[in-house]
């Protein structure tokens, strides 16, 4: 008779290192969203029997009520929506995936962002160099770096980015001429739900999902400030070599 395999997990259907990454990142990204939503939640939930149990209650106090509402599950929203994007990327077979061409689509979606428009860009890419991942995950770790400098410099400014293979890998250096990061914020700027926005503008979850996105990829990203002021984000990525 055939031995039974010694661990529970056939062999062939065993997770890969990626799938396992993914699955701690899907699980710490969870306990966060979890933690997250109950306040909000918590907050809905109150209101709404504050203002179920008070028959006639003023105008004001109805608008005030109807107003928190509405901003909790705005919030709840947005989170909602940055991890459904999370999710669906990815969803396919790692396949390779041109550097530059990732980088034009996100700088093709930061066109169309509300901060946008007005920004220079300049761009020196990698012509040739190419990374395994699965469709629009390298454009949204992009996106979401290139994005966050569009808003630190409120629109206004210069984002440098520049790919270059060295070695086994490629880097992706985005500088921007906002304000930088402050020293007590570097340390956090990666942590799910840091944000210095104001509410209804950022959820914080950005970083964290392009942090979790470079490590599934085998990769990662640094976040620094140069000399001459500004953000520097960093990521590197093992280049495929076909
Ligand atoms: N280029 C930058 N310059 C200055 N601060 C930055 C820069 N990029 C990120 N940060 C800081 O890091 C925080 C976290 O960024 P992250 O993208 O995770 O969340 P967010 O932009 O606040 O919200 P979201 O991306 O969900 O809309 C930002 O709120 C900001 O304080
Ligand atoms: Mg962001």
């Known amino acids: 008779m055939k031995p039974l395999p010694k661990t529970a997990v056939p062999p062939e259907v065993k997770a890969t290192d990626a799938q396992t990454q993914r699955l ?114 390298l454009e949204q770790v992009i996106f979401n770096i290139l994005l966050n400098a569009a808003q630190a410099m409120r629109g206004r400014g210069r984002i440098e980015v520049a790919a270059r293979a060295a070695g086994e890998s490629v880097v992706l250096s985005i500088r921007d001429t906002g304000p930088g990061i402050p020293a007590e914020h570097l340390g956090r700027v990666f942590d799910p739900f840091f944000t210095t926005k104001a509410p209804g503008e950022g959820t914080g979850l950005g970083l964290a999902i392009s942090y979790e996105i470079a490590h599934e990829l085998g990769g990662a990203i640094r976040a620094s400030n140069r000399e001459e002021g500004g953000a520097l984000f960093e990521t590197t990525l093992p280049l495929w070599r076909g």
């Open 24 to 137: 701690a990142a899907l699980g710490f990204m969870l306990a966060s969203v979890c933690h997250e939503i109950s306040n909000p939640l918590a907050a809905v939930h109150s209101m709404l029997q504050i203002l179920q149990s008070k028959r006639g209650v003023s105008p004001e106090t109805l608008d005030k009520g109807l107003a928190s509402i509405a901003s909790n599950i705005a919030r709840l929203l947005a989170i909602t929506r940055k991890l459904g994007d999370f999710s669906r990327v990815g969803a396919d077979a790692p396949a390779p995936v041109a550097v530059d061409a990732a980088m034009e689509a996100a700088l093709a979606l930061l066109r169309y962002s509300e901060q946008g428009p007005e920004v220079a860009v300049d761009y020196r890419g990698a012509p040739g160099a190419a990374v395994l991942a699965r469709a629009g995950q």
